[in-house]
């Protein structure tokens, strides 16, 4: 199992922005949290950081044709209003499961890039990048039951 | 550690509602999943149904009063509208993780139970219970390191 | 044919409550009226009363549980915004008519509950319930047809 | 007893239209079914159909002064937006029953028209012309006791 | 100087309709009052009732083509809605006078039909349409002066 | 008969502002027109400005007191937010005509102030203060008849 | 005098939840102050906690029954909601007056179910127990002098 | 191939109004444009103009029962909200496309009617004649197709 | 103590407006009962009408300055938009009581000073005046107590 | 004549994007068909893909400034909400098409960048982009003929 | 160049409100940092306070009249509604640049009066007075250069 | 002091855009003019133009690794919907003042961007510029001596 983590829109600065709410993590630590979490589970894992939704778009379709089998995403600000990226989202057929580290449902935002995912996990702090991936893992194994059943 | 499972609003009859959406998994089977599934994890859990949101609070403060650990909640009906559960959430110190089988921004609504809830997870079929208790594992292993630092 | 008539939020006071709009009869005399329409139709009826709307939703799967034919239902203060009703009567497959005395789109009000029953009827005062019966009777007619075309 | 049942905007055209929500019953055959079943009441009845609401209004003004007793309706297309026959309807004293063949309410309609009329009626396929003019009949009955009493 | 007094939707029934906020002047009685008020300005007049809106704009090009002078109009039930009427007004070139026997603005309604003409009169009963004509006299003679000076 | 002209909000300047929608009659000039007319009517006609809204208010009350007949004002700016004076207009019994230059209706505004009114007259220009006045005095006229009657 | 003290939704829990707006008086101690300044105004008092609107508006249609002779209420976390308890108090003839502890009008909330009370008071925290009660008492005594007069 | 064109509220003052944004082409003169490209393409055509959407929609299924091959339609002032045509072109299953002279999309307006269209094309002046016939020239096209291949 | 009663828009003319909401008491005989209550509570009065919003204003922040304990405000008319007012009750630290006669609540109605004042009292007639006074003297007493233990 | 056809967000995986909507056509067939269709107008054409509205908007300035006679661009998910892009289309005087594959208006959608372009046309398949192209050279001819004539 | 500034509701008790969004500069400290201000600009400047908006309305035509040759304000409390200055800011034509200390926009709030000055400062605490001042300098010597051009 | 000039979303392009509200001046004269001014204030600027908001995004965090004092930006058509942007304003801790040569709020637009701004200017054309790095400076100054005395 071969899995791509996106990092959207001023994810790159995260540990930097409003610590109250998001912990003081920094991008490169937590990196090595999810590398050492994919390991653990026996996955590979992939990690992509991009401020443009234009990339992220182009990143999402190129691990759809390279046969990554998941993807696991904070698309951070792309969250409030990338069409692009939902619309993404609705055309690949890849397992994807947004994640945010802060439940947004109490901040009142619901993401419009979440309505293209598979699942939407909320909340948890960093953790939410753990689970996240095993979330995916789950979908993926679904996925494949499902194929090798047909 | 200890987890109350609780399922709202016509959870009971699951399996027999909508299953192209929800699947076909009745409430028996899916409460031998749970239970494997903390037994496994080596937590203790609990089960409740109720189509009673009055039930359903006055069991979330006695949880609170008990000393269970953390509550892991599929509130099912409750979520479009149930403003006692949210205040209830806000109120119980415990990590609550609320917990829906499909996508509910990809189908345009938002929880108000969520609003109360620490963490949220949408999607992923009845491995959405599984998922929950892991991140509701998390939830009660952070606020167990903050005690013992405090 | 079995039938069962439930009576909601508030309709136990009917009578009582803005009789320039609803009238003055009260629940015994509706009862009676109701008894006496059902052996005309030679229909066997049932009469249920609960400001609860948990109870209503228990007294649902039950009624689907023990074979009843169809509901009628006058939801009463529920219309306004039970979703855990509206969510239950989409999941039975039970013919369910609900009823109002009064007409609710002159007077600006659409039933939530409404959204999840098969036919609604709205305005005629107590008549409302005969109806009421009356339609649901052809509901489980057609209902019967269709099985034995099957 | 004498009724008006009237047909508005594309309804000379059921049949033809959305066949998986109103059924294939044809505009003619309908016809058949509500004169035999006028029949059985022992009512007269006179059917009309037309696509402008301006021959609506005309029709049904002319009705009142002919001493129609009451008018059953499937306004159609007209339910969406005419102002012109809610006020028209609001004028005249005769009972006027609306009725739909599918539930409004469901798909989120609130008829317009619907609120100029004493009972409006969702839901049944073409079952609901039959108990449509049982309804107006009720009207007409309970109308005539009154005047009977004054 | 030769106006046209149109009434709109419903217009023929006044009298008939909520005597107590429109009064129980009839159609008939109101045209008296009407031309012997024209007669007094020493103006013609023409009257004329529809129920259709499109009646009501071919009517308009008629006495644009014709040469009238100005038109006073209630537009009636057409004011919810029509834009049909609001398009016409907007496109022929002669001084259009909407009147209203109530004051629209105390009820919440905003004519839609009123925003194509030059002027709208609301309240006064059946005065409005004498205040009317003399409304539309003076925007007649304010035009003509226009014309000749230049 | 005695009437009192109020000219509200900012309409000193007039004349002034926007010269291509008012027109570019000075509010002496407006005055002169006024008395003029009001002489030609054998009426009596006293003119006051102000920016204030209390001091408009007052000054309603005052006329009131004194026993002026009726009340003829463009209320200006206010007509955009003054409830104070809207629910001065709904106490007072004089017969109150609102006034303004242009068309509110075409330039998608409806007058708060107005809602209090007994009629309200838009367009016309400043031809809209002479036909104020004749609206007002027919509305005396009709009072005074029904006091006459009673 | 007897007066009813209706706890509502979560407010078994005052004391626990947000105390920076709420302050920290428990149920209990509450229960004392208002049981003392009852006795200090001579009334008879009885105190009822449920976090179900359905038992709330049983018990109010049995206080009504029963002879009380007013409700004083925080209907706690009801107030977001709950149509049923907003009609029952609109059924119920008992003079009822609404309180909560913080100012909702400050926190951009309007209570549903104080649109059914006879008075609503917000803000004052514990002390609104007891203002309410001398309102409801003023409330009764008018009541009684009313009765007295008639 | 034959085709329909079909103007709808107001066309048949095209030229007349808002020249600006229309141009001076007036009806006519559009029909002889019209007849011209249909020559040029070798398509029967035939041009029917009505202000009455009733006439609109009798016209529509006529069509549709004569065998004409596909209707080209601005239906002018009907767009802002004929629901009776709406529904007639979700009806029938001839080829519908809609056109309007200007670019209603950079004037905020989206046309009710054209919900219903196969098609619809906004801007281009009169060219959007042409345009249109071309257009449904290539669904006239498509579906004869398929209906070989089927 | 010493409180400063005030009386916003149109409150003057109370007992002269809706007596069928409002009652018949006018305003000097109010005057008398609020008096008479002060003295029995032992607190010294000033009352202050007026229908400037900047008059209110300056007289609050008066009262601040001479050292008024607290405020009781009907702030009339000006509870439907003084952004004015309610930010002066933000700015001055002095106990406010808004009061209004009627439930506005059940009148649909959110006052906008209301949100800058301590506590608002909605009902009651003119015994609203009443408690308001006790309400006020509740909250100069517990801060006056919050002092002495500073 | 020498054209630019741009293909906006995700329009790069046509075909593979919900087939029963939009088509199976993949890109490279769709580019010949394109210029095909261009060729048999004599037209140059140039065909460009990007999922940056960032690139898009440089593209379009560029093509201004060399001479590109007409953009025909379907803006794919930039439709809904590319500000920047339809400020773009606002500044370049270059006859812009905007086409989209289905019909949007019927699916409740508003194009955002359409509001810039000259034309947009919604429906008829791959077949919209030739009706495009047709449209845009339509528009290139009028603009030359216009200068020829000026 | 002469300048006014002009400060509106509540800017007297600058300083004592919200010190945390606002600062602790009292009026008169801030009266002084604008004459020193002026005076290192070579520009003269008036200071206007008031509570009242009618006072601002006069004194701002005043002003106009008088030959001031621009306006610098801080219309406070007005900002939220008064459509009075709005609309007296769209009269006369001097300069004026409106200031606030906090930037509104990230607060939600968009002034009414601001759409009537020509430039809005928003942000800065006191120094937006100064640079508020030089704004306006700018706009004074950009209209002389014009005047001087023609 | 250092200060970073960006110039957002389709800003290369000004002076050939809407002339008669921005102006006619081209992107290197005004570069040109800010150099200018910069000098004459003794400050160092670099000015830097995109039409990508990931590009701005990442400059700006840039400008905050490098040791810029402050940034001053006309944000231009980002100020329409990029949250990204908002969300980048809200991390870094530079000074931004953003800047827009119209009044937007006599437009009726509300820029999503200004709300991350820490100052947000609106009109003066060009001058909007200077103006800008003028508050921008007293921003970076008044941050420097908190430092200072910290």
Excluded at 72 to 94: D, H, K, P, Q
Excluded at 122 to 141: S, T
Aim: contains cysteine.
């Amino acid at each position: 199992v071969k899995l791509l983590v996106m990092q959207g829109g001023n994810m790159s600065m995260m540990g930097h922005r409003l610590p109250e709410i998001y912990g003081t993590t920094k991008a490169p630590e937590l990196d090595e949290m999810i590398r050492a979490h994919a390991k653990e589970r026996s996955v590979e894992v992939e990690i992509f950081y991009t401020n443009s939704d234009a990339e992220f778009t182009d990143r999402t379709y190129k691990a759809w044709q390279d046969g990554i089998d998941g993807i696991v995403t904070n698309t951070g600000a792309f969250c409030f209003g990338s069409y692009l990226i939902r619309e993404c989202f609705n055309t690949v057929t890849l397992p994807i499961v947004e994640i945010h580290m802060s439940n947004q449902i109490a901040r009142g935002t619901m993401s419009v890039t979440g309505a293209g995912a598979d699942a939407v996990i909320l909340g948890l702090g960093v953790d939410v990048y753990m689970i996240g991936i095993d979330a995916c893992i789950r979908l993926v194994n679904r996925k494949t039951a499902r194929s090798a059943a047909a």
